[in-house]
């Protein structure tokens, strides 16, 4: 999988604006077991770099969507992240194997407990995962050093704006291909 990446990263280099990800990133990639993140009747294809279903009319993203999107974030071992939209919870295994913590919040109640199952399964301790709506975001925890928005509209709602560090950085997803990401401005 993560020689795959690698491989498509290169292809998209132009469109992506890198050639390269950060191999910090690649090796949370490989640590993380994605088949423990994708319903059992999935489990052979969790390899592949494709979207799955997980129920709910929802996909876990596609291997090389999560490394992207991962590497521009540019987490820091002592960053805390908000992540919406938690699905069975692998984004958020990869991003807590860079950063310090992750506060994950998911729509779906369903989605959420079994995340919180696998993730308690896989050993990670330095995630939190709430039902909610995303656009609200987890104000009790921020302000946040990094934001990920694994399926976001074409607007991004000002709440989660506001709970991004002065200079802390987000990357979100909507309909297009590739990620977006912005930095908020160093505040003085």
């Known amino acids: 999988m ?80 908000l992540e919406i939209g938690t699905g069975l919870g692998y984004q958020s295994a990869v991003l807590a194997e860079l950063a310090g913590k992750v506060f994950s919040v998911e729509i779906i109640e369903n989605l959420a407990q079994r995340a919180v199952q696998r993730l308690k399964l896989a050993g990670y301790a330095n995630i939190d995962v709430r039902v909610g709506n995303g656009n609200f975001g987890w104000p009790e925890h921020a302000p946040f050093d990094k934001v990920i928005v694994t399926a976001a509209p074409d607007l991004i709602p000002p709440s ?17 291909l590739t990620p977006k990401s912005l930095s908020s401005p160093t505040r003085t």
Do not use: W
């Not at 990263?9 to 994708?38: I, S, Y």
């Not at 390899?47 to 129920?55: A, E, M, Q, T």
């Not at 560090?165 to 297009?176: D, E, L, N, T, W």
């Open 160 to 176: 989660l704006i506001n709970q991004l560090k002065a200079g802390g950085r987000m990357v979100y997803r909507s309909g297009c």
């Open 2 to 81: 993560v020689a795959a990446i690698r491989v498509i990263a290169q292809h998209l280099a132009a469109e992506v604006g890198k050639a390269t990800l950060d191999d910090r990133v690649l090796r949370a990639m490989a640590k993380v077991p994605r088949h423990e993140f994708v319903p059992v009747e999935v489990k052979p294809y969790a390899y592949l770099n494709r979207p799955l279903p997980i129920g709910f009319d929802k996909t876990i993203s596609q291997p090389f969507m999560v490394a992207l999107m991962t590497d521009l974030l540019e987490l820091q071992p002592d960053d805390v992240v």
